[in-house]
């Protein structure tokens, strides 16, 4: 299954409204700027252009081109490794996980991507409180959105996390549907973390301090011995 995203527009899905608005805001606040020169209409048009050329930064969604190969995880997120660790999943691997964590600043694009192609099995919002994402903490206790993927054998789940500046998850798929690996399947808005939980077994390709890309990055491999069912 293909990304469809409308590539003509070059901003995160969902985005069409809120920079049409700014744009409409700013683009009044020049002209009233041109037909009337004061000091409070010039910050206005300064501020509204400022806040314009950020939205503009901020929800860009650039092309991203997968690695071919069977038995890939890719980054689910732009940002800085944080964690990489073995743990326990009892939600939805139910047993042991390697855990990789993902901090994004809000200089990072904020477009989530699929690890690996799979149908989505499992959906679930869970509120919670707004640490900074960057803190062990925030994984159990912030505000999260966790969707579960399931190819064969295989199964592995996404965690997206708020942080202090992040107020709201957005996530488009449905259980039941398919993703490809790095198909756009949701982002975070401000600084943010996602979550990705192996198998245990999987080989770890990246370390703690690494930055890493969307749909792009290798975070992991499965051994072949776990390679039934195509999960690229």
């Given at each position: ?59 860009r ?6 690695p ?66 960057y ?12 969707l579960?993927?399931?190819e ?11 942080g ?5 998850i957005v ?41 890493v ?20």
């Amino acid at each position: 299954m293909t990304d469809t995203k409308t590539r003509w527009w070059p901003f995160a899905r969902g985005s069409e409204i809120t920079i049409a608005v700014i744009v409409i805001l700013t683009a009044g606040a020049v002209a009233l700027w041109v037909h009337w020169r004061h000091l409070l209409t010039a910050v206005l048009a300064i501020f509204l252009i400022t806040v314009l050329l950020f939205l503009f930064y901020f929800l860009r969604d650039p092309e991203r081109q997968p690695p071919a190969g069977d038995g890939l995880f890719v980054a689910p997120a732009d940002g800085r490794v944080v964690t990489v660790q073995q743990t326990e999943e009892p939600i939805f691997l139910k047993g042991p996980a390697t855990q990789i964590s993902i901090f994004m600043s809000v200089l990072n694009v904020h477009v989530n991507r699929a690890p690996m192609a799979g149908e989505v099995a499992f959906r679930e919002y869970r509120p919670g409180r707004f640490l900074p994402a960057y803190r062990h903490e925030a994984s159990g206790e912030n505000e999260s959105n966790l969707l579960g993927l399931v190819e064969g054998e295989m199964r592995i789940l996404i965690k997206q996390i708020a942080g202090i500046l992040a107020r709201r998850i957005v996530c488009w798929p449905s259980v039941g549907q398919r993703l490809a690996r790095g198909q756009r399947f949701g982002l975070i808005k401000l600084g943010s973390r996602v979550d990705l939980f192996l198998p245990p077994d999987v080989e770890v390709l990246v370390a703690i301090g690494e930055k890493v890309r969307a749909g792009e990055t290798v975070l992991a491999r499965a051994p072949s011995t776990r390679l039934r069912g195509d999960i690229t």
